[in-house]
């Protein structure tokens, strides 16, 4: 079992800058991939970004740029940093974990709303 803790969120401006982290129950170290995906009103939950084990990452053609995704298996947490904001980017982001057995868990999610 891994619980997944998201903070970070919040109302910032288009063009500005969040930080989400993503704080795991226990190690990650052995997870395979950590990911954060978000759920905008009205639509499907998709990825955003992840990042496997060894350091890989893939992101949705949408943030590429603008978003980076970072992992520190020393302290457990997955952090998504979030620059040049726009008003599309709303959505509740969860952060995720998938586990070599193919074990799946979610945050409980946190709200970012990009608005002037």
């Known amino acids: 079992q891994v619980q997944l803790v998201e903070s970070g969120g919040g109302l910032v401006q288009p063009g500005g800058s969040l930080r989400l982290s993503c704080a795991a129950s226990?190690?990650?170290?052995?997870?395979?991939?950590m990911g954060w995906y978000r759920q905008a009103p009205g639509k499907q939950r998709e990825l955003v970004a992840r990042?496997?084990?060894?350091?890989?990452?893939n992101y949705a053609d949408s943030v590429k740029g603008r978003f980076t995704i970072s992992r520190d298996n020393a302290k457990n947490t997955v952090d998504l940093q979030m620059n040049s904001l726009k008003p599309e980017d709303t959505a509740v982001y969860y952060c995720?974990?998938?586990?070599?057995?193919?074990?799946?868990?979610w945050g409980q999610g946190t709200q970012v709303t990009v608005s002037s």
């Open positions: 995720n974990a998938v586990t070599f057995s193919t074990n799946t868990y």
């Open positions: 226990r190690s990650i170290g052995s997870i395979y991939t």
């Open positions: 990042i496997t084990r060894g350091l890989s990452t």
